[in-house]
């Protein structure tokens, strides 16, 4: 007997919560209907205008049309609001076609349940049942919808923008039109003399700044950890609540206060200077000295992070492991080298990681402190200091070259990415299922 | 010999440690005297000021070119929301995901991964056209929401947290009858209260900070947080704001530095689990 099942489930996929009612489920198949409906009269006036946009991203561009003494403006496509509604329409089709399939599905099942001779089940006990059942879904489901609209709809959005050449000054609508362009802004970016000279040297300094912000702040913080919690050192509370204070501190405040204190001109840092009889030194205005002093920033707010990660984990060593090595006769220095630094390292290892992958992206301290200054005549409206991501930020919000900033992103996530997954390859961690359990 | 060596170490670290102590403070101390200082520039010639004054304070909140009262009073309101919606929503789902094992749930971590390695810039101009279309520029409502809807993706150190307490105590908690909802509510929640109060902590702070999506979306003076405002104010005229600026700089991080140094303890065990299990 599969006669019920196959009618409940022919009549959802004609028209879903038919198959509901079919089964005598009767709120739950005026709710699907609901659904339905509203899918609909959302879906079919906007599904092949969001397909056409998407594919043509617009066909004709505004223009003036003369009436009688004046000229009227004929509004034409929107090439990216275009781009945009079709991404929209296509993802509210992905989470209809899913109720969809979730509700030929039920159909399925409780036609079964029919065949079988069992009840179906009451509209209280469907809930109940969903509920306890499936209560992951019902959590998960804000917080998906959340993202998928403003984190991945957003990035898909980016994405597409890589392969148009939606740029000012010719592609900015609704004065012109856009167009898909391929692969284009990337060969410009990696090529084209201009933009390829800007990409290298940004990418060069992007990774030397890295390296040299996340070893610094690393081990800054394993130093003054281990200087606190060291034998005979008093107030240890004390101290550790001083040094917690830069991370404290709100760090547009903290940035904005530092980038006044090392004003060439004005800045208290130049005047001490200056009472020493030395001549100041160009903190900020000066392509090297300006990372020095970028660096030294970072310093300041990175290291209380560290410290207290450090410190942590220093508490957590096992004490026999001491005892043990004191037994055996081993000196402070020897308990230090053979039990305190490999643990330390070993438990703070995977913040490495996320440090450095934070640290290329790391926009604050680059954008307050120098604005990406000193200017460098040679680069593609960047300068000296500027990071891959603070160059992301000027294209896109100053020099609108929205295609070039896309391109820029995508290529930041794939160094971030190989970066990441080359690393968790190699931590234990990904083996024990730490991260992805 | 062994007890003068030990009290030149210590004497050692004693100093490096006040000297990292003085570089930690300076800044902040900096600051504090030169809001107190008569006058508009950046540049004195003491540290000491010879004369004290209230004047910046009284000119932040009575001065009529900067409303600094109304950005304090939006920014709270805009923090304290996007901290209730974050944590709610960054609890819920982390529960969910550290809990249960369910058809796509690995699918959806590894996408929470991924989009972690996005620079977060690159949704600005998708966020600010659908803004721009729901009508929605310039409007506290629209922070709220952007804030708290990427606030899930950020939820892995509370994940980690919650895979740490023990999963007998939920489980015998079910058969006695009690709800997922209960269980989450009855013992989830009050044994990770450390890293509750780190993510609260953290959600709220970060409002008072940023100032790039705040300076995209709002657009009226009077609408302004304290980021933007303070941004702004410092920007256009560096020498002549200053002692405004230090005054308005100390307002916003007292309660915010008081609020960190008090909750220290759960702070430390916030970051350290979190860090830790990735």
Redesign the interface.
């Known amino acids: 007997m599969k006669r019920h099942r196959n009618i409940a489930a022919l009549l959802s996929v004609a028209l879903q919560g038919l198959g509901q009612l079919y089964n005598r489920q009767w709120l739950k198949g005026i709710i699907f209907l609901c659904v339905h409906a509203f899918g609909l009269y959302y879906l079919v006036p906007r599904l092949g205008n969001a397909i056409w946009g998407l594919v043509t991203l617009g066909e004709t561009t505004q223009k003036f049309v003369r009436v009688g003494k004046g000229t009227q403006l004929i509004k034409g496509d929107h090439s990216?609001?275009l781009m945009?509604e079709g991404i929209i329409t296509i993802l509210v089709l992905l989470v209809f076609l899913l109720i969809y399939a979730l509700n030929v599905y039920d159909a399925y099942q409780n036609g079964k349940k029919r065949d079988e001779g069992k009840g179906v089940p009451k509209f209280a006990d469907s809930w109940n049942h969903a509920?306890?059942k499936?209560?992951?879904?019902f959590?998960?489901f804000?917080?998906?919808i959340?993202?998928l609209?403003?984190?991945?709809?957003?990035?898909l959005?980016?994405i597409m923008?890589a392969f148009t050449n939606y740029s000012a000054p010719n592609n900015i609508p609704p004065a012109n039109l856009v167009d898909w362009v391929g692969f284009q802004s990337f060969i410009d970016l990696l090529q084209m003399k201009s933009w390829s000279k800007t990409f290298y040297g940004l990418l060069f300094w992007t990774i030397i700044w890295a390296v040299l912000a996340t070893v610094t702040c690393y081990f800054g913080g394993i130093l003054?950890a281990l200087?606190?919690e060291?034998k005979?050192?008093r107030f240890k509370k004390l101290?550790?609540?001083?040094?917690?204070?830069?991370?404290?501190?709100?760090?547009?405040?903290?940035l904005?206060?530092?980038?006044?204190?090392f004003?060439a001109?004005?800045?208290?840092i130049n005047?001490y200077f200056a009472y020493f009889g030395l001549d100041g030194l160009p903190w900020l205005t000066d392509p090297f000295w300006a990372k020095v002093t970028l660096i030294v920033v970072n310093m300041?707010i990175g290291i209380p992070?560290s410290m207290?990660?450090a410190?942590?984990?220093l508490t957590a060593i096992p004490r026999d492991l001491y005892e043990a090595a004191e037994v055996d006769g081993a000196t402070s220095f020897q308990k230090f080298k053979i039990i305190t630094m490999p643990y330390l390292l070993f438990?703070?290892a995977?913040?490495l990681i996320?440090q450095f992958?934070g640290n290329i992206?790391n926009?604050?301290v680059i954008y307050l402190m120098t604005g990406g200054g000193p200017p460098k005549g040679e680069y593609q409206f960047a300068g000296s200091t500027d990071l891959l991501?603070t160059w992301?930020?000027n294209l896109?919000?100053v020099n609108n070259k929205?295609n070039m900033?896309?391109a820029i992103?995508i290529l930041?996530?794939i160094i971030?990415?190989s970066i990441?997954i080359f690393s968790f390859r190699r931590t234990k961690?990904f083996k024990e299922e730490?991260?992805?359990? | 010999m062994r007890k003068r060596n030990s009290v030149i170490r210590l004497s050692f670290s004693y100093l490096t440690l006040i000297i990292l102590a003085v570089c930690a403070l300076y800044p902040s101390i900096w600051v504090v005297v030169s809001s107190f200082r008569p006058g508009g520039s950046l540049y004195s010639k003491n540290f000491w000021p010879e004369t004290w004054t209230l004047d910046h304070y009284e000119k932040l909140f009575t001065g009529t070119q900067y409303t600094f009262g109304v950005w304090y009073a939006n920014t709270f309101k805009i923090a304290i929301f996007t901290m209730i919606f974050s944590v709610l929503l960054m609890t819920l789902s982390m529960y969910a995901l550290s809990r249960f094992r369910f058809r796509g749930r690995q699918t959806m971590l590894t996408i929470m991964l991924i989009l972690g390695m996005f620079p977060s810039f690159m949704s600005m101009i998708a966020i600010y056209i659908i803004l721009l279309q729901l009508n929605l520029l310039d409007t506290h409502f629209a922070m709220i929401l952007v804030y708290s809807a990427g606030a899930a993706l950020g939820g892995f150190i509370v994940k980690g947290y919650f895979d740490t307490i023990p999963r007998s105590l939920d489980e015998s908690a079910r058969i006695d009858g009690a709800t997922h909802l209960q269980v989450f509510l009855k013992i989830m929640l009050p044994l990770s209260k450390p890293i509750l109060t780190f993510v609260a902590l953290t959600s709220f702070t970060g409002v008072w900070g940023d100032f790039i999506f705040a300076r995209l979306v709002l657009r009226s003076k009077d609408n302004y947080t304290v980021a933007v405002g303070m941004y702004e104010l410092i920007a256009s005229q560096t020498n002549s704001n200053f002692t405004l600026f230090a005054a308005g700089c100390v307002i916003i991080a007292i309660p915010i530095t008081i609020l960190f140094l008090f909750l220290q303890r759960f702070l430390v065990q916030g970051l350290t689990a979190g860090a830790m299990k990735g």
């Open positions: 990216i609001f945009l509920t306890v499936h209560f992951p879904y959590m998960l804000i917080p998906v959340g993202v609209f403003f984190t991945i709809m957003p990035i959005f980016s923008l003054v200087l606190v060291s005979g050192i101290w550790r609540t001083i040094f917690i204070i830069p991370y404290a501190i709100p760090q547009l405040i903290s904005l206060v530092m980038r006044n204190l004003n001109k004005f800045g208290p005047q300041w992070v207290l990660l410190m942590g984990v438990a703070t995977p913040i996320t992958a992206n926009f604050n991501v992301l930020f896109t919000l929205y900033s896309a992103g930041i996530f971030i990415a990441s961690s730490d991260m992805l359990s």
